[in-house]
């Protein structure tokens, strides 16, 4: 209550909402770009950077890798912790609204900030309860804000001299060197799992703001030559 987790007083781990309720919205706020092209001495670098600022997406590729332990952003869990919160009372009431709502445990008033220990499984992995941050957790803990930075695309081309091209009998010789997605930062996903929030929509079926196992972005380069006879 007031902002803050309402925890089971026995468990140590937060009560789950017995409602539904959003907890997203995948449109962005703006999205935005920018193209430059310098040209220097036969030499031309195309440069397209973008930004997506804003929108929610669910991942169960992140819930799941930090759940498992298998990126550094869990290193040194084992070890118990206390949930940041204040304790609810275990039976929910009906409120204004007609629905049951968690209320917080009172003491002379005033709410009693959560003091109880949890071991590392039942943070990560608790099953069934709906309430540990990944694995079988509540589906706000997997939901997180799409905001990323991205160098889209970069080529380097060069235009052999004319006076070399006019020997070989030919009109012009252009070679390039490109790549796409070559960087991406996204600040507020979790550092180690890479996870490029480019990737957010159900396999196969192009909703967006729910990633439930989509293919890792990939890196393209490529290589042109155009001759002009």
Do not use: C
Request: glycine content about 12%; overall charge neutral; aromatic content about 10%.
């Amino acid at each position: 209550d007031d902002g803050q987790l309402l925890i089971n007083p026995t468990s140590g781990m937060p009560f789950a909402d017995p409602n539904d309720g959003m907890v997203g919205d995948p449109n962005a706020d703006f999205k935005t770009g920018l193209t430059n092209t310098f040209s220097f001495k036969g030499f031309t670098l195309n440069v397209l950077v973008d930004a997506t600022i804003g929108g929610d997406f669910y991942s169960e590729s992140i819930s799941g890798m930090l759940g498992r332990g298998v990126t550094r952003d869990t290193e040194n869990r084992e070890k118990n912790a206390v949930i940041t919160g204040v304790y609810g009372n275990p039976t929910p009431v009906t409120g204004p609204d007609g629905l049951n709502h968690y209320t917080p445990m009172l003491d002379g008033g005033k709410m009693i900030p959560n003091q109880t220990r949890v071991t590392t499984n039942d943070l990560f992995f608790t099953a069934g309860t709906g309430a540990s941050f990944a694995t079988n957790g509540a589906f706000e803990y997997a939901v997180f804000d799409g905001t990323v930075y991205r160098l889209r695309e970069i080529s380097l081309g060069y235009a052999i001299p004319a006076k070399w091209v006019r020997k070989m009998k030919l009109s012009a010789i252009n070679l390039s060197l490109s790549g796409r997605n070559l960087w991406y930062l996204a600040p507020n996903i979790p550092k180690h799992t890479r996870f490029d929030p480019d990737i957010n929509s159900v396999v196969g079926s192009g909703t967006q703001g729910v990633e439930t196992g989509g293919a890792p972005s990939t890196k393209r380069y490529g290589i042109n030559l155009n001759v002009t006879f």
